[in-house]
């Protein structure tokens, strides 16, 4: 019964979502007030699609989060054991743990990617892939240094 009640539960979530967004800051008004109810909106998404790509959303940063905190703490032990004169071994030994976070980072980051498509539409991808574009292109010449005269 509680298994039951846990999918209803979460039918009954998703539909409310899906009725309240056009109310939220994801929805009519999101070009004012939300970076990310911009995006949804100019991909087009169908109010069956919001919570799904939401779902597909909060999956990524539950498994992305313990992985970048761990990455930090392997970065700051690697950056001791440079200052500290390790050897080499250690060192190693500390290397193969990052690049299995890694690893695991990438594998997440997959899950994400093919989350994503099974929720798109071909044309909505296609916006995405190409807004994404956009927008990585404004922040490297935003970070590309600027040459002097």
Do not use: C, Y
């Amino acid at each position: 019964m509680n298994g039951h009640r846990r999918i209803v539960t979460a039918k009954i979530g998703a539909a409310l979502l899906a009725a309240l967004l056009p109310f939220s800051a994801w929805g009519a008004n999101a070009k004012k007030t939300s970076g990310k109810g911009r995006w949804m909106e100019s991909l087009g998404l169908s109010p069956a699609q919001v919570p799904k790509l939401l779902e597909v959303l909060g999956t990524r940063r539950e498994k992305l989060s313990p992985l970048f905190s761990r990455r930090r703490q392997i970065l700051a032990q690697l950056s001791q054991e440079l200052k500290a004169k390790a050897p080499e071994s250690k060192i190693q030994a500390t290397l193969q743990s990052f690049d299995e976070v890694k690893a695991r980072m990438r594998k997440a980051n997959e899950d994400f990617i093919e989350g994503e498509n099974a929720v798109l539409t071909p044309l909505q991808r296609a916006r995405l892939i190409v807004a994404r574009s956009q927008r990585f292109q404004k922040i490297r010449a935003q970070v590309k240094p600027q040459k002097t005269s």
